[in-house]
């Protein structure tokens, strides 16, 4: 049996290997804010990764999301997570198939949250997934960039509350989210074609995609102001600003942003706060 140091310590170094946007600025949270969003993190990057996979057919991952989100309504149960995911677990990465372990390092009075929030996103992409991301409409874009990205946004201005009695708006929160998930698509616009799948609306050019961005980015620019407590406030703007200057990088016509100039945003962040 696993100490809870020690489950922490391995959630943060999953955290680490899965995400280099979000590992930094949770690093800057305080102790129980750290823990509580790594493992919401973590419980989303586990439910995405099956929504990502290059391999899995579309109906084995609507299957698996739509399963999972049930089994997210009641006391989850690993090993039958386990039985579920079993058949796939050669094509699924490590993190997809700790969900348990994620949700055991949450602390007990918000944990029932994580797994709420994680059992809605995992039906809309179930959904999605169903329905092969057919995105013909900025409604159909929307509703996709809602539950795999403006979603986590609303958690996260919940675990605010929770944490401090922060208030935000809950609209600003989506638009956040939807914005960096807008900048990803715009990095993976090759790769996807070449998988056959496309997030871009019917008609859409890359530049409607580019304002479609922005215009989310500008509205987690007014979520900012709702901010007071530091580690928050650093928190919430790392990601802003690496998409902004991401979104800079791919008009020029390069595909992300150098370490160096990851290391750099963030320092000046620090400075700023």
């Known amino acids: ?8 310590k391995e959630a943060m170094k999953m955290l680490k290997d899965t995400s280099r946007t979000f590992y930094i600025p949770i690093t800057l949270l305080n102790p129980t804010l750290k823990k509580t969003v790594a493992s919401a993190y973590l419980c989303m990057r586990a439910i995405d990764e099956i929504e990502d996979s290059e391999t899995l057919p579309s109906k084995a991952k609507a ?16 090993q039958a997570y386990e039985n579920l995911t079993a058949p796939y677990a050669s094509l699924l990465p490590e993190v997809a198939l700790r969900l348990g372990d ?3 390092t949450c602390p007990e009075n918000y944990v029932y949250k994580v797994k709420e929030f994680t059992s809605t996103m995992a039906e809309g992409m179930a959904y999605w997934a169903e329905n092969e991301w057919n995105i013909q409409t900025k409604e159909d874009l929307d509703d996709y960039t809602y539950y795999v990205a403006g979603l986590v946004g ?6 605010w509350e929770w944490h401090d009695g922060t208030k935000t708006d809950r609209d600003l929160a989506i638009g956040y989210g939807r914005g960096l998930q807008t900048v990803n698509i715009l990095r993976n616009v090759e790769e996807d074609r070449e998988r056959g799948v496309s997030f871009i609306p019917e008609g859409w050019t890359l530049e409607d995609t580019f304002e479609y961005a922005e215009r989310n980015l500008e509205l987690g620019d007014e979520y900012m102001k709702d ?4 580690s928050i406030i650093l928190f919430c703007r790392v990601p802003l600003a690496l998409a902004k200057k991401t979104l800079k990088a791919l008009r020029s016509g390069r595909e992300k942003m150098s370490r160096e100039e990851v290391e750099e945003t963030v320092a000046q962040i620090k400075k700023d706060v």
Do not use: A
């Open 63 to 78: 299957l698996l999301l739509r399963e999972t989100s049930q089994m997210l309504e009641g006391t989850f149960d690993q």
């Open 102 to 104: 994620w949700l055991d």
């Open 154 to 159: 609303v958690m996260l201005s919940d675990i």
């Open 1 to 8: 049996m696993q100490t809870e140091k020690q489950q922490q």
């Open 227 to 230: 901010l007071h407590t530091k």
